[in-house]
């Protein structure tokens, strides 16, 4: 029997927070559990997790929202004990979340390793971002995994889960969708089968389009999340957007301005949250924003590529109460940044940092990557410098925020090496000197064991992905697992798969 973990706490004080943009059904069967690994204030800022649970409503599954904290046991919706569910179903973004759903099961009384789990217990589903890129990951921790877009794949999930009479019945069935990995029949006796696809929605107009509520308790605000676009068209050398997440689509933009007209009739909203790799590339952007100023809406933007900000996009945010902006330089130094696929210069960086602080914006967020492929400590130096040199010329306060660079699959880089813990320090030690000089600048480095079992993770084999599942802690699982030797091992389980 399955533990109580959670202590008597209610997410009633959420629950008056959240304001309702659409008509969600209530009910239903199947009870099930949807888990996003991180803070409630994440997760609702997440699209995709609105997507799918809007989706589990609409085909008759009793599903409610769970989050990793403040109460990590209860039910957003009702309050409702974890132990209750039978179906749960996570929803995984990127490497780093794994463990916290391994820690989540273990804690929650459900084992962590699918082979673990016999007639009886829970089934374990999985979709996400990560699905896209190395879906491996997920194989030992779960019964099943929708591949890519997974909105479309939820009718026959649906079917799936009602008709199966068992355990393994339920995930015969799943098996027969080319998007859906079972890796107890596709990784241990799937010859013969099909291929598995990553699932890609070619007309992303048929997908929801924006968030089911809104709520001041999430890390945008009282902002309504609206898609414009998935995929890329820039083709940066690290980035998995390009290729992973291609083709690149946009939704018409009437389609969008129907979507925020229908949604402020029913609530009230601050802002827009334009979700999209890049807003400029939008090919409506500019009559989008105009909508947004004549309903006196304010808009934010997650981060913006330097060489294509406008007057138009700046004044858009100013005039919707936001006074700081982030852009990612990625490095100081403009030959290294145009390796990696920004052809931009620290001279354009200056100019849109300039016209921003003359539009009202008083602050900045930059972000930066040690360890690129041919860098040098000069390299390292450039980006104390160039953020000196912003400091100096445009006396806005700074957030530098710098990680270690992971090469990840997929990506044009995905052969290039990690720097590895010991440089990464050093590196690191060298920066934050020379940003001592940086007046009113911030500097933030992301964790390098963070960064370690990233890099683990992203090119997890079955048999790490076993490891992870088991608990192993990020320490043993890092010096157990080295992606170096287990990268072509990767690709040859995705390419057995049809990946």
């Avoid at 391994?102 to 979709?127: F, I, M, N, Q, Y």
């Avoid at 339920?170 to 799937?190: C, D, M, N, Y």
């Avoid at 953020?387 to 290039?416: H, M, S």
């Amino acid at each position: 029997m399955r533990a109580r973990t959670t202590r008597w706490e209610s997410w009633e004080a959420y629950r008056r927070h959240e304001s309702a943009t659409v008509d969600i059904p209530g009910g239903g069967d199947l009870p099930s559990a949807l888990f996003f690994p991180d803070d409630y204030s994440v997760g609702m800022a997440n699209l995709g997790y609105h997507y799918i649970f809007r989706g589990l409503r609409e085909q008759g599954i009793a599903v409610e929202r769970f989050f990793n904290t403040p109460i990590p046991y209860r039910s957003v919706d009702r309050d409702t004990l974890f132990e209750r569910f039978s179906l749960i179903l996570a929803s995984v973004s990127y490497e780093g979340s794994l463990p916290v759903l391994v820690k989540w099961l273990s804690e929650g009384g459900v084992s962590p390793l699918r082979t673990d789990r016999g007639e009886g217990s829970p089934l374990v589903g999985a979709g996400g971002a990560v699905t896209y890129i190395n879906p491996l990951i997920l194989t030992g921790v779960c019964d099943f995994i929708l591949l890519g877009d997974g909105l479309p794949l939820l009718p026959f999930l649906a079917e799936a889960l009602r008709n199966g009479v068992s355990r393994r019945d339920t995930l015969r069935r799943l098996a027969e969708h080319p998007s859906i990995l079972v890796p107890q029949i596709h990784l241990e006796s799937g010859h013969g089968l099909p291929p598995r696809a990553v699932n890609k929605e070619e007309d992303i107009s048929r997908a929801y389009g924006y968030g089911n509520w809104i709520t001041k308790k999430t890390a945008f605000g009282n902002t309504l999340l609206v898609e414009l676009q998935r995929g890329c068209r820039l083709g940066c050398r690290y980035c998995t957007l390009p290729s992973c997440f291609s083709p690149f689509r946009q939704r018409g933009v009437e389609s969008v301005i129907s979507d925020i007209r229908r949604a402020a009739a029913r609530t009230r909203f601050e802002q827009v949250g334009l979700i999209t790799p890049e807003a400029s590339d939008y090919r409506g952007l500019r009559d989008l924003l105009g909508e947004l100023e004549s309903m006196d809406k304010g808009v934010s933007f997650a981060s913006l590529r330097v060489d294509f900000l406008t007057q138009d996009i700046i004044r858009a945010m100013v005039r919707g109460g936001r006074h700081s902006i982030t852009i990612a330089p990625e490095t100081g130094d403009d030959e290294l940044r145009a390796s990696c696929g920004k052809s931009f210069s620290n001279d354009t960086i200056l100019e849109a940092l300039s016209a921003a602080k003359s539009e009202g914006v008083r602050k900045a967020k930059l972000y930066f990557m040690i360890g690129l492929p041919g860098e040098s400590e000069e390299h390292v130096l450039a980006i104390a410098a160039l953020c000196e040199r912003i400091r100096r010329e445009t006396e806005l306060g700074l957030t530098i925020t710098v990680a270690p660079f992971v090469p990840k699959p997929g990506t044009a880089w995905q052969g290039a090496p990690f720097a590895g813990a010991a440089e990464l320090k050093s590196k690191y030690a060298l920066l934050a000197k020379a940003c001592k000089s940086v007046s009113r600048g911030v500097l933030q480095g992301v964790s390098i064991k963070e960064a370690e079992l990233e890099y683990t993770l992203a090119w997890a084999t079955v048999s790490t992905a076993i490891r992870a599942a088991e608990g192993k802690s990020a320490k043993n699982l890092i010096g157990e697992a080295d992606p170096e030797d287990t990268r072509e091992e990767m690709r040859k389980e995705l390419r057995a798969l049809g990946l």
